[in-house]
């Protein structure tokens, strides 16, 4: 199936703007209506600037959640999604920072207990990637950042929230297709979320007697800004091609999963659970 929206080849500098990307990413929730499945709730979404954690922040405001937005230094993006939140009639609190700081983890969490009196979901989403030509290009300096943001983010930011978790909180952490298969040009973001999947599994055990569910979301391709600030313009320009529909996802048709793993109405018996959204892909094992 062709793609639709082709995209032509462009770059920016890391971490990217969603403004600058053509063609524009629908990551706005325009066309969502909430049903109330998340009234009350209070939610902390890292990443939650632009991308899937903007579509998951606004999707979870429009279905009566309160949500804190942590990300890196993209403050115009994150005034959008604030705007957005707030549009649906919810409350929002912006945190930036670097979520590789310890400190800055608990940081965070204390900021959103703080401001919205606590906290019931927490969608880890933040993530870095550098893809290289080569293994021997890999150094130790990037494999540790990689590890700090993606995965050592996660945990931080976890812990720190435990203690405010109550029976019918939710974790949702987020994945990826290459921590299902592995990437040979994407060598430690792939063996983060790969990480991740396995921690996911094992939280979900050991949290099942408190009535904490833990589940991830493994995308294929989405056209989100990690795409054009980290990849080559002739990269970005086939991105999400090779999957049998032909494109990458947009956020918004993301989100609506993070709705039904949050929503103890719809998936109170998920927990340890890998949803994978791969375009049609299909994986052996």
């Keep these: 199936m062709p793609d639709p ?11 990217g703007t969603t403004a600058a990307m053509r063609p524009q990413p629908r990551d706005s929730m325009a066309d969502y209506v909430g049903r109330g499945l998340l009234d009350g709730r209070k939610a902390l979404v890292t990443g939650g600037d632009s991308g899937i954690g903007r579509a998951v922040a606004i999707a979870f405001a429009k279905e009566g959640a309160d949500v804190a937005i942590a990300y890196l230094s993209e403050h115009a993006d994150a005034e959008h999604t604030a705007r957005e939140v707030r549009a649906a009639g919810r409350d929002c609190v912006t945190l930036p920072g670097d979520l590789a700081d310890g400190a800055h ?3 965070v969490v204390d900021q959103t207990v703080g401001q919205f009196g606590g906290l019931d ?17 890999l150094t130790e300096e990037q494999w540790l950042r990689t590890f700090e943001v993606n995965m050592h983010s996660y945990f931080r ?12 909180s939710a ?16 060598i430690d973001y792939s063996a983060t979320k790969g990480a991740i999947i396995a921690w996911t599994y094992s939280m979900a055990q050991a949290l099942a007697d ?23 313009p002739e990269h970005v320009e086939k991105f999400g091609t090779n999957v049998p529909l032909g494109r990458p996802a947009h956020p918004d048709e993301l989100a609506p999963t993070y709705v039904f ?8 018996y998920y927990t340890g659970e890998v949803i994978a959204a ?6 052996p094992g």
């Design 278 to 283: 791969l375009g049609g892909e299909t994986l």
């Design 261 to 268: 793993l949050a929503a103890n109405q719809l998936s109170s």
């Design 210 to 232: 408190r009535g904490v569910r833990v589940n991830c979301v493994a995308p294929g391709p989405v056209w989100t800004p990690l795409i054009p600030s980290t990849f080559d």
């Design 121 to 137: 979901l927490l969608v880890n989403n933040v993530a870095t990637q550098n893809p290289l030509d080569s293994p021997d290009e």
């Design 5 to 15: 929206e082709s995209r032509p080849p462009q770059h920016q500098e890391p971490p």
């Design 105 to 107: 983890c608990r940081g």
């Design 171 to 186: 974790i949702i952490n987020t994945s990826s297709v290459n921590g299902l298969r592995g990437n040979k040009s994407l």
């Design 157 to 168: 930011v976890t812990a720190a929230a435990l203690p405010h978790l109550r029976e019918g």
